[in-house]
């Protein structure tokens, strides 16, 4: 697709020439993988800025995160602290002794009283198996302390012991740190996670490493080394390129560039924003499905939403490929992300039905085919919406993503149950809508604005047009003066919140095309 004399089309053009010459994916830092890097590889280049970065993390509060996601990077960035505490090994000393000392206090009562307010815990990867390890880690740390001296503890923490969340799984974590200390397998799955499951052994033969990491993660990684290597050892290079590429500190996964290349095509594709794809980057989606479909990066278990997602963007570049790996998830109902799945994923199946629907467009003879698979989906999708008319997600941390996608793929089914579907989106989105024209966490965000009026331009209610366009106008000016980068609120979920930064540029300058509001003075950053 050309358009080369559009603004929107040098932006596209420059975003995806970026993903393609990268390879890695563009992810924000996080405190929760950035907290796990400084407990086991404090021999890392970049461990002073690390450490810094912790710091200027911490909240007011002692804790860390944004709203409804702040345990786990709580948990991660105290117990390091703590650890930084009792080891003050030379690296660590680039923070003054009272500092860890105040800092890891405050992080300590923060976790008592979150956890004395029984949240729920939130929906991220491992989380179950993430939360009661750091906890008994940071418990660890207390009674030596303790036992050590008074002096030795940090102030204002005596007496504290953090209980483990009723909805965590302590006996689940003690089972598979067994089975992995006794040596049997565990799954690929919990790779991403080695960090908790380890038992301390060095570069467990278990384990399979490829292209330098463990599970796309880097303190997989780390925990899997075990200790530091030589300086040539595969492992070492890959934690040594991801570090430098936010200074430091560590973003939750590396490298993810399936994610990013079929999310970016995608969008600019729903939008119809013109833009030129790099044969590269059609290249390496082609290659990225198997049997069993694809991945976000090579290392990563294959499932559904990366499937879909990945077939839809090779649709609509003109390269289609059969959707038989992606009915490997279609349980007759709806389709699971991967097997065994905790929770299901609303935006895994509107991406799915955005593939059939495009499938479907370009090859009408298999419409009988995928007929009863299409309609079992929307009506499990539209069965999910909640009563005001938004849905939630198990990816991203904010519902107006989950709406944004399962509203514009339920608008490509033409029928008066998703029609109406689709119109209760919209009419949450504009109840929703804070002073000043924008949408989201806290005084509302860019992207959380740009998922806003993406579903806002789906209505087709003559009764609504001019609150709507009033809305979409509102938009339009947040997503003019607004800016993308590493240091966006983190919102989409892996272990930690994260932010995938091309990602969340491509949908603020596609809502932004939509609304005619380039003029090819921004960056879209």
């Known amino acids: 697709m050309t358009g080369r004399t559009h603004p929107a089309s040098a932006l596209a053009d420059a975003l995806l020439r970026e993903s393609a010459e990268d390879g890695w994916a563009l992810l924000g830092p996080s405190v929760y993988e950035t907290g796990r890097i400084v407990v086991d590889a404090p021999w ?30 709580s948990l991660s960035a105290t117990e390091a602290l703590l650890r930084i505490h009792r080891r003050r090994l030379d690296v660590d000393r680039v923070l003054p002794a009272d500092e860890v000392s105040r800092r890891a206090a405050a992080g300590v009562r923060f976790l008592d009283a979150h956890l004395t307010e029984g949240h729920p815990l939130p929906d991220l990867v491992a989380v179950e198996l993430v939360v009661p390890r750091l906890i008994d880690l940071i418990n660890e740390h207390l009674r030596h302390l303790t036992a050590e001296s008074p002096a030795a503890l940090p102030a204002g923490v005596t007496g504290i012991v953090l209980r483990p969340p009723t909805d965590s799984d302590p006996e689940l974590l003690r089972r598979l740190r067994a089975r992995a200390a006794a040596g049997q397998p565990l799954p690929k799955k919990l790779w991403h996670s080695w960090e908790i499951l380890t038992p301390g052994g060095v570069c467990d033969p278990r384990v399979v490493m490829r292209d330098g990491n463990v599970g796309v993660s880097p303190a997989a990684t780390a925990a899997w080394l075990g200790g530091p290597p030589e300086p040539d050892h595969p492992a070492a290079r890959y934690l040594h390129t991801v570090q430098q590429r936010c200074g430091g500190p560590l973003p939750v996964g590396a490298p993810m560039p399936y994610f990013e290349r079929s999310w970016i095509l995608t969008i ?9 794809v790099p044969e590269k980057v059609l290249d390496s989606l082609e290659e990225a499905v198997g049997p069993d479909g ?6 990563l278990p294959v499932d559904a939403d990366d499937t879909a ?21 279609f349980d007759g109902e709806r389709f699971f992300t991967y097997p065994e799945e905790r929770t299901p994923s609303p935006t895994a199946n509107a991406h799915a ?13 298999e419409r009988n085919r995928y007929a009863p698979v299409q309609r ?3 009506r499990w999708l539209t069965g999910l919406q909640n009563a005001d008319g938004s849905w939630d997600d198990k990816w991203h941390g904010s519902p107006y993503y989950a709406t944004a996608c399962c ?3 339920l608008a490509g089914y033409d029928d008066d149950h998703c029609r109406a579907a689709v119109e209760r989106a919209v009419g949450w989105m504009l109840g929703t809508r804070q002073a000043g024209g924008r949408w989201g966490h806290g005084t509302g965000t860019v992207e959380e604005t740009a998922y806003a009026a993406g579903t806002l331009a789906l209505s087709r209610s003559p009764q609504r047009a001019t609150v709507v366009a009033d809305a979409l106008a509102a938009a339009a000016r947040t997503l003019r003066d607004g800016r993308v980068d ?15 930064v091309r990602i969340v540029r491509a949908t603020c300058l596609a809502a932004a095309y939509r609304l005619g509001v380039l003029d090819g003075g921004r960056d879209g950053r």
């Open 44 to 73: 890392l280049a970049g461990h002073a800025a690390r450490l810094r970065y912790l710091c200027d993390e911490q909240a007011d509060d002692g804790g860390w995160g944004v709203a409804g996601f702040r345990l786990v990077p």
């Open 268 to 276: 600019l594709g729903a939008n119809a924003v013109p833009h030129t």
């Open 294 to 299: 694809a991945p976000a990066g090579p290392g």
């Open 309 to 329: 997602t990945v077939l839809l963007a090779l649709q609509l570049n003109g390269r289609g490929q059969p959707l038989d790996p992606l009915m490997r998830y």
């Open 353 to 365: 039905l955005e593939a059939l629907a495009a499938r479907v467009a370009h090859h009408p003879d």
């Open 376 to 378: 079992a989906t929307t």
């Open 407 to 409: 509203a514009r793929a």
């Open 486 to 500: 590493e240091r966006a609120t983190p919102l989409w979920i892996g272990k930690d919140v994260y932010t995938p």
